[in-house]
């Protein structure tokens, strides 16, 4: 063979090299930006290669007010985004939403006096940050904080500051808004300067929405006097263009048909699985457990097997629901985009700083039934904003009555649980072909996970987690009564028809893509990932718990006793363990009515079960009366350190619950009614005392 000289291996080098490129583009460079590729993907702290100083992204941007959000559910993020585009479009403000997790808080030091921060602030849990504000909250209520300029807090370093704040919580929990309040008293130790009074708003009391109203009016008035803000007629600004995309079909690859991120679109879904990016978990049993017709519970046991996703006992799942098609129909038909619903779009923020709420291109149809909260409640504000774009007078009137008269807005759509599409076809049969679909992309919260208290045990099934789900229905009586349907709980049972062999699934007259899109949910799989609680078993078994789990609250307590029935297997020793369980009737509704016997056989006398049945006979009886029934071992456990747990409805059994302990307390130990109610409090500071509750 022929000895090659330098220059024949010069052009072969150039020639594979070239080759290679040629070969290699599109999959290791010139590959197209896609920001769901990374910050979805990913879904930790800001987007790669993005600043995570917000001064620096605000002067960047040329903004001189960011709103920040704290939200578990969407509403708080929708909040922010309602005051961001009220700010500008009525005072001029130079507005962004910022997501606490993407960005660091040392430099808030150098906060200009020119510019004013907006914090809208969700309690999770019993006081509890929710998961985005964790980091933030820690920061700014710790006791050796400290920032760029190197002062602490006895310096004042936030002196240039100004800002106001407003909480969303609920006041059947225990620390009602407590994350407002605690961040409002951090931030004036720290010496900045709030404008007007902080808001709070109630979600127990079903007021959020006019709280927020009523709270953000003479907030306006404030700033705009302290910022020299002239007020202005509001009229509406898009922040993202919506163009559709006939040069792409539907098929194509590139176009999101429902995928969350683009590693989901390839078909290279990978961890880390979070309320970002979930792994779409296979059914691997799914079961009634109700014994009576028209109303239905579901068990669930999801395989995370071949995932990364780890759970403790006491933790949470989060499904991710599709709305229901008969939703879909009706949102698109009303818009008068029944026709193009497959139409691709292209949706892009107008603003450097504003977040696209889904990954394009997509279609229609996709949007609105992967990604938007359609069938969720109405706002006063939003109605308003949709009066100019009414099909006819007569419309537009109404539109801005309702969205004028609080209590006109209670009796037509409030008191009806109208969803958006519902209240456009009542106000006018024609359909509202004037309004932009941009709008409703901004005014409409992003479709949320739904999260379940998980009723299986991680030292007995590892990588299955088991959902107990009562499917949720509730009939609202008048001239033209309203059904509305549980979007998450009607899909799992969807989900469970189809793995039961219906071949079309139905539940209550509703239909899903259950197979997901392009079909990668087939063979029954469901999107998932999971949420870590605070809700534990104590550390030592031999400790005493007590429980109380009416209806599916007994879910987590399902875990608990399996887990440790496990644990006596396996010869450890166990504490006595106590379940106060209610339900309608023993021939209905008893969840796991068999497990509890074969429990009760594995754990002998260390476990017992209170049972109260509230329609059983004439004479309702619930479980806060059989814990009265049993004040003498209550006391006596709670004596021993035991654990006291409760779970469910919070407004009103758990309510009754905590007052109910803290009159067992009182009379048991000889104390006054006032001393009884002061240990309950001690044990819930201390974590004696645990609730895993919702409204």
């Not at 071949?306 to 698109?332: C, I, K, M």
């Not at 801005?400 to 649980?417: C, H, I, N, P, T």
């Not at 456009?424 to 409703?440: A, D, G, H, Q, Y």
């Amino acid at each position: 063979m022929a000895q090659l000289d330098a220059l024949d291996v010069i052009v072969l080098i150039v020639l594979v090299i070239g080759t290679t490129a040629y070969f290699t583009k599109g999959t290791y460079w010139g590959i197209p930006k896609d920001p769901y590729a990374s910050s979805f993907a990913t879904a930790n702290g800001a987007k790669a290669g993005k600043t995570r100083n917000i001064l620096e992204k605000m002067d960047e941007s040329g903004k001189n007010a960011v709103v920040f959000y704290a939200s578990q559910t969407g509403t708080a993020e929708d909040y922010a985004s309602r005051l961001a585009k009220e700010g500008s479009s009525r005072f001029g403000l130079k507005t962004m939403v910022a997501d606490l997790e993407d960005y660091d808080y040392e430099n808030l030091d150098t906060f200009p006096d020119d510019k004013v921060a907006i914090f809208v602030l969700a309690t999770y849990g019993e006081g509890e940050p929710t998961d985005n504000a964790v980091d933030f909250y820690e920061f700014i209520t710790g006791e050796d904080v400290s920032f760029s300029g190197g002062e602490g807090a006895d310096g004042q370093p936030l002196a240039s500051m100004k800002y106001v704040a407003f909480g969303l919580g609920n006041n059947t929990y225990e620390h009602y808004n407590a994350l407002v309040r605690r961040v409002d008293a951090a931030l004036v130790k720290l010496g900045a300067r709030r404008i007007s009074a902080a808001g709070e708003g109630d979600d127990g009391a079903g007021t959020m929405e006019e709280d927020f109203l009523a709270w953000k009016e003479p907030m306006w008035s404030e700033l705009a006097e302290k910022m020299n803000l002239e007020e202005r007629e509001a009229v509406y600004e898009a922040v993202f263009s919506v163009t559709e995309r006939e040069d792409i079909s539907p098929d194509t690859d590139e176009v999101y048909l429902g995928e969350p991120n683009k590693n989901h679109l390839e078909g290279t879904s990978r961890g880390p699985y979070n309320s970002h990016n979930p792994y779409i978990a296979p059914i691997a049993e799914s079961r009634e457990i109700f014994t009576v017709k028209g109303r239905n519970c579901l068990h669930m046991e999801i395989d995370v097997s071949r995932s990364n996703l780890t759970y403790q006992t006491g933790d949470h799942v989060a499904v991710w629901p599709t709305n229901a098609g008969r939703e879909v129909d009706r949102f698109l038909n009303v818009l008068g985009l029944s026709d193009r619903r497959h139409v691709v779009i292209s949706v892009k923020g107008l603003d450097p700083t504003a977040r696209v709420p889904f990954p394009t291109p997509t279609t229609y149809d996709a949007a609105i039934r992967y990604h938007i909260e359609i069938c969720g409640p109405v706002s006063r504000q939003f109605v308003a904003s949709l009066a100019p774009f009414a099909p006819d007078e007569a419309s537009k009137t109404e539109m801005a009555r309702l969205g004028e008269d609080k209590d006109y807005f209670k009796e037509k759509v409030s008191d009806q649980y109208l969803n958006i599409a519902q209240l456009l076809e009542r106000v006018c049969e024609m359909k509202w072909t004037n309004v932009p679909f941009s709008i409703m992309m901004e005014s409409i919260q992003k479709l949320q996970p739904r999260y379940y208290s998980i009723s299986s045990s991680s030292l007995v099934q590892k990588t299955k987690i088991s959902i107990t789900a009562v499917v949720e229905e509730v009939r609202v009586p008048g001239p033209k009564p309203n059904i509305v349907k549980g979007v998450t709980t009607n899909y799992l049972l969807a989900l469970k028809q189809k793995q039961h062999g219906e071949p079309d699934p139905d539940p209550h007259g509703l239909t899903y893509a259950i197979t997901g899109p392009r079909n990668k949910y087939d063979g029954c799989h469901v999107p998932v990932h999971v949420r870590h609680s605070n809700f534990k078993l104590p550390s030592d078994p031999a400790k005493p718990i007590i429980m109380v789990g009416p209806g599916s609250g007994v879910a987590p307590f399902r875990g608990f006793i399996q887990e440790r029935a496990a644990q006596a297997k396996a010869g450890e020793k166990v504490g006595k363990t106590i379940l106060f369980y209610g339900c309608r009737k023993p021939s209905e509704d008893f969840l796991y009515k068999d497990e509890w016997e074969t429990y009760k056989q594995e754990l002998g006398d260390a476990f017992e079960l209170f049972t109260a049945f509230s329609r059983e006979t004439n004479q309702k009886v619930y479980v806060q009366q059989r814990l009265l029934e049993q004040a003498s071992l209550v006391n006596e456990l709670l004596q021993q350190k035991g654990n006291f747990y409760v779970c469910g409805d919070a407004s009103n059994m758990a309510r009754e619950v905590s007052t109910r302990l803290g009159q067992i307390v009182a009379e048991q130990r000889g104390l006054s009614a006032e001393k009884g109610e002061e240990i309950v409090k001690s044990m819930r500071s201390s974590n004696q005392y645990q609730e895993d509750v919702w409204s």
